[in-house]
């Protein structure tokens, strides 16, 4: 009997200050009430359009920074490659716009692009191993150095593309080697080709961008590809680390760092790190430029990290290079680093 009357006594005490908020809403309290929710609303309004002025403003002045470092990057880069020819390995597909403006920064700065070539999905497609284990065992024979005994299979195929752009022939070094035609004909080849290329490639390179793939989808998730990222990660990590040794330089040309990124994996491995060069933010003039830069660099006997995140410096130092000798000559160079090796 008391629970029932505490009951009733509760719902009647909720009635009677419901009752009471009503009345003096709609009564002494209703223009003071209003007044304050107006007021309120008004402020919110005011605040929400002041921030929206605030980051349009910002954006206008980081476009106009932007577009006057594009303006600038002629005069910044000119020069620092001059004689350099350059071969561009994308590692998938590439927005065109930031793909173009890579091309120009390496232009802008004196390079002949040799060749442009796109990594396909077989290249690590998991149901076309065994695919890939048969193209290595043939491409060993062309490797010169040879791979080492115990190579895995993306090592010998990320040899094998960096030598097909960069083996000149040692009796003219204008043109591929024999062998570095037959290893880039070989990945280009048939309906489950490895590589893409946009046209005949017939001048060895001396040097070569790696252009990593931009994930916005990714980049807004903060989501890892998991298992099959890992695989992807690595197999385009041994592409960098075979164009550096069979190049005279190598750089990557990277996303933003907002999301997990090829230079990440990079900079996570010290030993990776220490050889390396990489560029992050390559999707804004900035990187673009810095690109240019950090192959001259590169080439130039410095391993850095340009980006504005954590362990970058924000801007490469350009040095002057020496000329390339293009000498013929009657045997093959054995330094896998010199200009025009792997022949």
């Not at 605030?54 to 910044?76: F, V």
């Not at 930031?98 to 442009?116: E, K």
């Amino acid at each position: 009997m008391i629970d029932f009357r505490y009951h009733i006594v509760s719902l009647i005490s909720v009635f009677l200050a419901l009752a009471v908020g009503i009345a003096l809403g709609a009564g002494p309290l209703k223009e003071t009430i209003g007044d304050t929710l107006t007021g309120q609303v008004e402020a919110l309004r005011a605040e929400k359009d002041g921030l929206r002025t605030e980051l349009e403003t910002s954006q206008a002045r980081l476009a106009n920074s932007s577009s006057w470092i594009g303006a600038a990057g002629p005069q910044l880069v000119d020069g620092t490659l001059e004689g350099r020819r350059v071969a561009v390995v994308q590692l998938g597909e590439i927005n065109p716009e930031r793909a173009a403006a890579i091309d120009s920064a390496l232009t802008d700065a004196g390079a002949t692009l040799t060749a442009h070539a796109t990594v396909t999905d077989v290249w690590t497609d998991e149901e076309l191993r065994s695919m890939r284990r048969a193209l290595a065992g043939t491409f060993v024979q062309y490797l010169n150095p040879a791979p080492a005994d115990d190579a895995q299979d993306e090592t010998i195929l990320a040899q094998a593309l960096a030598q097909g752009l960069t083996g000149a022939s040692p009796t003219s070094p204008d043109t591929l080697s024999e062998s570095a035609s037959t290893l880039l004909d070989l990945l280009d080849e048939g309906d489950q080709a490895l590589i893409a290329v946009t046209e005949p490639v017939v001048t060895a390179a001396d040097a070569v961008v790696v252009v990593s793939p931009y994930d916005e989808a990714a980049a807004a998730t903060g989501t890892p590809g998991g298992e099959e990222q890992e695989t992807t990660t690595s197999a385009q990590l041994a592409i960098l680390e075979a164009a550096h040794e069979r190049s005279e330089g190598a750089v990557l040309a990277d996303a933003p760092r907002d999301a997990a990124t090829l230079t990440d994996a990079v900079l996570a491995d010290p030993e990776l790190a220490d050889r390396l060069t990489t560029v992050t933010g390559t999707d804004q003039a900035p990187g673009q430029i810095s690109v240019a830069l950090a192959l001259n660099a590169r080439i130039g006997g410095t391993t850095d990290h340009y980006g504005f995140g954590e362990e970058q410096t924000v801007l490469p130092q350009p040095v002057v290079l020496a000329p390339v000798d293009r000498t013929p000559t009657s045997v093959a160079p054995t330094d896998p680093n010199a200009a025009g090796n792997g022949g």
